[in-house]
């Protein structure tokens, strides 16, 4: 037997690790696509609210994004050069990817420097300095998101978040568990859709992200444990706080509320990207399916008993973001406790799971 002596990550093959990061690449490259296609051909503005809302928030979009982009490969080069580290390609889409993915984030109207400072935190806090790609202890366009939402809650969006806030799925679901609404603002079709003006412009529409997410899984550019664990995790939580509620919340039927809960906010965009980040994730598979489950608990206590309200409209856009980032932190962890990987250890994983999903389901079904 030939033992490994190499550091994190172990990538087994070059190549294979190149293509898996332009699948990845290419994911949010047709998010972003889709997602300017959608705003410019079906979402309208009403009267007094930017006539060309269409095509300033495309504009906006697109110079954020080539900003973030091309400040993350600055600093990569940067970095690279100062430490006399090899210049890979590997690592510059990688950290190309980390700036695509925070303009995605980044609400719509997002002045130039918030996604400057957001990817520079990012790609050097968040990557070089643990030791580059794979590396990461959390999450860098996680990290550089949540960085931003704190600095420039105000600054970073201007009055056209006024129109977002209007429509904004994630304020309906909110102010219906607050007693303070009775409906969803959105239909259960134009959720999936995304054909409706959402804070950032990557995660409206959940089609095109579940689509994604399946590509991804197919091509193992992400794993299951972690994506779908999330995703199942976070209905099974809703279903059961509905059950205790009559599977009604105001005028609203359980499918809707579910289906809204699911579709709004960063859940897809979290499952679909932010857990193919390896360095910030486990490696056991038990660990995966614990860290997906608590990622999915916190994401919902966020939603139902938290505090914030549509005055902190992206602050409470971020919950799954700083989630992620407690994942994260709680990853080795939980990695450390599984030295043996066997059917027990499986059975006994999922079985915390499942008492984590029946509390926090039950727990925030009596909070309704």
Known sequence: ME????????????????????????GLVAVLI???????FTVE???????????????NILMVSLASMGTAVVVEYLYNLSNKEKHKLSSYLNSIAIGLTIALLLPLATRIYPAIVATVVAVYLGKLIYGGEGHSVFNPAAMGVCFAAISWLSGAVNKITDFIGAEYPLTSIT??????????ALSSTTLLLGNYSDV????????????????????????????????VSCALITVLAL??????IGDVSGTEFLIANLCSGMIMFVATFLFCDTGSTPSVKEAKFIIATLVAVMTMAIRFIGTYTEANLYILHCGELFALLIGNMLSPLINSIYT?????????????????????????????
């Open 34 to 40: 889709a997602s300017l296609l959608i705003r410019v």
């Open 340 to 368: 043996k990987s066997n059917k027990k250890t499986l059975l006994v994983s999922l079985g915390v799971c499942v008492l984590l999903v029946v509390a926090a389901g039950l727990g925030f079904g009596g909070a309704l």
């Open 45 to 59: 503005a009403p009267e007094g609210v930017y006539s060309n809302i269409g095509v300033f928030t495309v504009g």
């Open 3 to 26: 033992l490994v002596k190499q550091k994190s990550p172990l990538v087994r093959s070059e190549n294979s690790h190149l293509l898996k990061t332009f699948i990845y690449l290419g």
């Open 200 to 231: 950032a412009i990557g995660v409206s529409s959940a089609l095109v992200l579940g689509v994604i997410l399946a590509i991804f899984i197919a091509t193992k550019v992400s794993d299951w444990k972690l994506s779908v664990t999330y995703i």
């Open 175 to 184: 102010n219906l568990i607050n007693g303070t609404g009775s409906s969803i």
């Open 243 to 248: 059950a205790m509620n009559g599977w009604k």
